[in-house]
């Protein structure tokens, strides 16, 4: 499945989260002309209003306490990751202690994550026209060996800009595309190359 198949799917997916996607910043330039300190200034601007939105209202099936807490995480990289998949979103991605070494390694082959590995994609869009706003909130739980095989013992789950649980199919919004573009690397999607932090 290629980046845009995955992004057509998840778009669809995404449909009613896109338009419930209100607080705005501005990037003051169009996408292809952003540069990682222009994301940064974006992200900047929605990051108080994101953990907030995302932290409002019951959870339903997801952790709460993941949403609550993982900005006391680590980040994986040191500026929102330029757009590639999930529906050509800049990320942030955090990672919790217990799986925050080995995702650091970027190994693109011979990966081993441990189970409680918790990774927390923060997501903004930056349109053509230059306006900004919040994406979802999505999650990767690393659950025990045999538990989920079908998607290599990975959880899915996504929180609305507004903070409500979005039900998806997980093997076809989530799973399949990262198993098909980061199936050597355990189904681990990286942040680009020029963002990752340093070891």
Sequence with gaps: ????ACGLALAAALAPVNAAAAQTC??????ADMTNANAQAVYDCLKKSMFENYNKGGKGWIPAEVVKEYRNWKLANTAPAAPGFHGERYLMTWVNETGYDAYTDF???DVSIPAGTVIVKESFDVAENGSAKAGPLFIMEKVEEGRSPETMDWYYMMISPKGKPVAVNVVSACSECHMENFGQQGALGYPAEDVRVAK
């Design 26 to 31: 501005g990037a003051g330039k169009t996408r």
């Design 1 to 4: 499945m290629s980046a845009i």
């Design 107 to 109: 190994r693109d082959e």
